[in-house]
């Protein structure tokens, strides 16, 4: 397995808190990944990385922040958590993008704002 | 903008059995095709992954396929076994993103 940690993995927090959610990998991997899995609408890109300091977004980015200050760490911050942002939030990371190379999942941070 | 679509959203079939999933893409300007694995409360495990210049990936008992030209992919996975049943995702590959489809649910009874 592909070495990626979440943490935490679970949160319980209320409407209108910040939170930050942590992905750490060992494998040096270029590119890292923030999605969110929600019943009815499958998996979801909010941002992604493609090297320390570089960041994009994705999808679904409103209401999210991240950043990457070190290759092995990329952050997730709800600046001001709402009801609508309690899902199921996976990192991935990728050797090199999309092409030609496949993305590793971490197992997952469950959020749920209250 | 890629627009994924996975059918049929839900698959119960008794061990033994072949079966297809089936996976459509309406942009066809992919570099890759790939399939994952999850299960229940899991992240995503890779399965296979196509080349937008290969026709088809196996790995096991799992064979997947891919006709650009026509928006399609399909998994045939053989000789199913309970073990098999998790959701199965496909995903578009643009040069830096995936893009996935909803997935498919697959039972496999003993």
């Known amino acids: 397995d592909a070495g990626i940690t979440q943490s935490p993995r679970h949160k319980v927090t209320e409407t209108g808190t910040p939170v930050t959610l942590r992905c750490h990998q060992t494998?040096?991997?270029?590119?890292m990944y923030w999605y969110r899995q929600d019943p009815g609408h499958g998996l979801r890109l909010i941002h992604y990385?493609?090297?320390?300091?570089?960041?994009d977004k994705g999808e679904v980015s409103d209401g999210y922040s991240v950043s990457r200050s070190k290759t092995e760490d990329f952050l997730l911050t709800l600046e001001s958590a709402t009801s609508s942002q309690t899902s199921v939030y996976f990192c991935?990371?990728?050797?090199?993008?999309?092409?030609?190379?496949?993305?590793?999942f971490g197992p997952g941070t469950r959020l749920l704002v209250l | 903008k890629q627009e994924v679509t996975q059918i049929p959203a839900a698959l119960s079939v008794p061990e033994g059995e072949n079966l297809v999933l089936n996976c459509s893409f309406t942009?066809?300007?992919?570099?890759?095709l790939q399939w994952f694995r999850q299960d229940p409360g899991k992240g995503l495990t890779s399965l296979l992954l196509?080349?937008?210049?290969?026709r088809e990936q196996t790995s096991g008992r799992l064979n997947a396929s891919l006709d650009k030209s026509s928006g399609r992919s399909t998994l045939y996975i053989a000789a199913s076994q309970p073990g098999d049943s998790a959701t199965y995702l496909c995903?578009?590959?643009?040069?830096?993103?995936?893009?996935f489809g909803k997935g498919t649910m697959l039972l496999v009874s003993p």
């Open positions: 995903a578009a590959s643009g040069y830096s993103t995936l893009t």
């Open positions: 990385s493609y090297g320390v300091k570089d960041t």
């Open positions: 942009d066809s300007a992919i570099y890759n």
């Open positions: 991935a990371i990728s050797e090199a993008g999309g092409n030609g190379e496949t993305q590793y």
């Open positions: 196509i080349q937008s210049s290969q």
């Open positions: 494998e040096n991997h270029r590119y």
